[in-house]
């Protein structure tokens, strides 16, 4: 059974510092995505990183991926309260599962003055 | 931009009672997914369809739910009989193969 984990759950920053989610999958898997999530809202997609070594950068987020080691990192550089969300890394096995995401338990950050 | 719509937005109905949660998929798709979140909770698949029938579905999705592509356009969610622990929101995803797309959620409160 493919399982995903994120670790921190819970992430305190002060704005302007860097820090990174870390995502860990449990077997091979076809693409990683990250998403992000406001309060009461839908899941807005940041980034599919299809391959070893992908690197994607969108502003202040940062994903890269390491699929030998089954591991995504979803770096944050120089936090601003925009940033305050829940984030949750996903993979799909496309072959296996016609797609079918499963999702890790989300990583809630809250970016402090 | 296209996206997927789902209506209704917030859905309060009584135990055992059942109701149909509404999808419109993005036009040129193929892949349909209903997931679900219990507030606070993770992302949760429930079923995924294709090519007019059930591809995979989780444990979750027992006897009580079913889905169906009515006609070109919608995607529905239905749950026969609710039960208090249905109570979460309900996301509609759809798909090329390249990249799934989530639509707003239904809100389901049962009572």
């Known amino acids: 059974e493919l399982k995903v984990e994120q670790n921190p759950l819970f992430l305190s920053m002060q704005e302007g510092k860097n820090y990174t989610i870390y995502c860990n999958y449990s077997?091979?898997?076809?693409?990683l995505y990250w998403y992000r999530q406001d309060p009461g809202k839908s899941l807005e997609s940041l980034f599919v990183l299809l391959s070893n070594g992908a690197v994607k950068q969108e502003g202040r987020l940062m994903a890269s991926l390491d699929t030998k080691a089954r591991l995504s990192t979803l770096h944050i550089t120089a936090a601003v309260h925009d940033l305050s969300a829940t984030y949750f890394c996903a993979v799909d096995r496309l072959r296996a599962s016609y797609g079918k995401l499963t999702f890790g338990q989300g990583t809630i950050l809250t970016v402090h003055p | 931009e296209p996206e997927v719509t789902q209506t209704p937005s917030h859905q309060v109905t009584q135990m055992g009672q059942e109701v149909i949660l509404r999808c419109v998929p993005i036009?040129?798709?193929?892949?349909f997914y209903w997931y679900r979140q219990i507030l606070g909770q993770k992302v949760e698949f429930l079923v995924s369809?294709?090519?007019?029938?059930?591809?995979?579905k989780s444990e979750i999705f027992d006897d009580q739910f079913s889905v169906e592509r009515p006609d070109g356009s919608n995607f529905t969610l239905k749950i026969r009989s609710t039960k208090l622990e249905d109570s979460a929101m309900y996301f509609c995803a759809s798909s090329d193969l390249q990249e799934q797309f989530f639509g707003p959620g239904t809100r389901l409160t049962v009572l």
């Open positions: 036009s040129n798709h193929l892949y």
């Open positions: 369809f294709y090519n007019n029938e059930i591809s995979e």
């Open positions: 077997t091979t898997s076809d693409r």
